[in-house]
T-cell receptor, first 116, second 113 residues
Framework: EPEVTQTPSHQVTQMGQEVILRCVPISNHLYFYWYRQILGQKVEFLVSFYNNEISEKSEIFDDQFSVERPDGSNFTLKIRSTKLEDSAMYFC??????????????FGPGTRLTVL | AQSVAQPEDQVNVAEGNPLTVKCTYSVSGNPYLFWYVQYPNRGLQFLLKYITGDNLVKGSYGFEAEFNKSQTSFHLKKPSALVSDSALYFC???????????FGTGTRLQVFP
């Protein structure tokens, strides 16, 4: 069964450093997402991406964040200068099409980001 | 404001008994509603969705959910719980004209043998 994969599973970084979180969505999917979950809190939407551009973003997704689909398979989230409060589990998700019936989003296992 | 509420942090049920995990939502327009389950060290796994049509929707692993528009609820149910159902369950809503998911805080289901 196809699945979303994410690397690394755990990333430790120093405050102020740049990190790139990587995701490989399901191969025939068209829509890509990033969510995060701070420990003990709810899962929060960050950004959605379609046709090589951001389709929607939340207030959390400020200028420190960027997303990219550098090739036909990877989807990345970059945090330019990490802050302590960026420590969280980051989930990538993908879905097929929302043309006629809403397609559910498939989630990866997550990357735990720890900012020291 | 658009939101999802899961009023119970934890639900405990004996194996073989029916279970209910509650969810209410607040969105404008017709919502798309989802349930996801999270096992330890795993991502969120899709269980079921309501888009339109029958208020009772059936999903994976014997789970079902009932959409109640007047009560703005979407409770998750299963007639007979299994120990292996023990996990963290998230209700989510996608407001009209957007594809982002708004999640509830999650409910931990504990099924005892």
């Amino acid at each position: 069964e196809p699945e979303v994969t994410q690397t690394p599973s755990h990333q430790v970084t120093q405050m102020g450093q740049e990190v790139i979180l990587r995701c490989v969505p399901i191969s025939n999917h068209l829509y890509f997402y990033w969510y995060r979950q701070i420990l003990g809190q709810k899962v929060e939407f960050l950004v959605s991406f379609y046709n090589n551009e951001i389709s929607e973003k939340s207030e959390i997704f400020d200028d420190q964040f960027s997303v990219e689909r550098p090739d036909g398979s990877n989807f990345t989230l970059k945090i330019r200068s990490t802050k302590l409060e960026d420590s969280a589990m980051y989930f990538c998700a993908s879905s097929g099409s929302i043309a006629d019936s809403y397609n559910e989003q498939f989630f990866g296992p997550g990357t735990r980001l720890t900012v020291l | 404001a658009q939101s999802v509420a899961q009023p119970e942090d934890q639900v405990n049920v004996a194996e073989g008994n029916p279970l209910t995990v509650k969810c209410t939502y607040s969105v404008s327009g017709n919502p798309y509603l989802f349930w996801y389950v999270q096992y330890p060290n795993r991502g969120l796994q899709f269980l079921l969705k309501y888009i339109t049509g029958d208020n009772l929707v059936k999903g994976s692993y014997g789970f079902e959910a009932e959409f109640n528009k007047s009560q703005t609820s979407f409770h998750l149910k299963k007639p007979s719980a299994l120990v292996s159902d023990s996990a963290l369950y998230f209700c989510a809503v996608s407001p009209y004209n957007t594809d982002k998911l708004i999640f509830g805080t999650g409910t931990r289901l504990q099924v005892f043998p």
